[in-house]
């Protein structure tokens, strides 16, 4: 099983920046689809942009243009550059990776521990 950690979250000021890490344990990381979620207090999780192993990506209509995923097969590293951060992107951020071409937000695969994000002034 591959095992997740998340890291990089922080407090930051609306039209800030931060990047998050998603370090995997073991070689296999290069053949799962990876995505980063988030999920809001009161509100459902969401999933924010995802990757597949052959490098096709995916965004949500709200962080596009904003958010950037991108892979280090090298390091098991996936990363989520985030940029003019808005007060609405505040939440835990959650790595995921499965098997197969498409994340999935289900127990398939591992889930990392969470990264709080706040974003504020």
């Known amino acids: 099983q591959v095992q997740l950690v998340e890291s990089g979250g922080g407090l930051v000021q609306p039209g800030g920046s931060l990047r998050l890490s998603c370090a995997a344990s073991?070689?296999?990381?290069?053949?799962?689809?990876v995505g980063w979620y988030r999920q809001a207090p009161g509100k459902q999780r969401e999933l924010v942009a995802s990757?597949?192993?052959?490098?096709?990506?995916n965004y949500a209509d709200s962080v596009k243009g904003r958010f950037t995923i991108s892979r280090d097969n090298a390091k098991n590293t996936v990363y989520l550059q985030m940029n003019s951060l808005k007060p609405e992107d505040t939440a835990v951020y959650y790595c995921?990776?499965?098997?197969?071409?498409?994340?999935?937000?289900?127990?398939?695969?591992?889930w990392g521990q969470g990264t709080q994000v706040t974003v504020s002034s």
């Open positions: 995921k990776g499965n098997y197969g071409t498409v994340v999935e937000g289900t127990n398939r695969g591992s």
């Open positions: 073991g070689s296999i990381f290069s053949i799962y689809a």
């Open positions: 990757i597949s192993p052959g490098g096709t990506i």
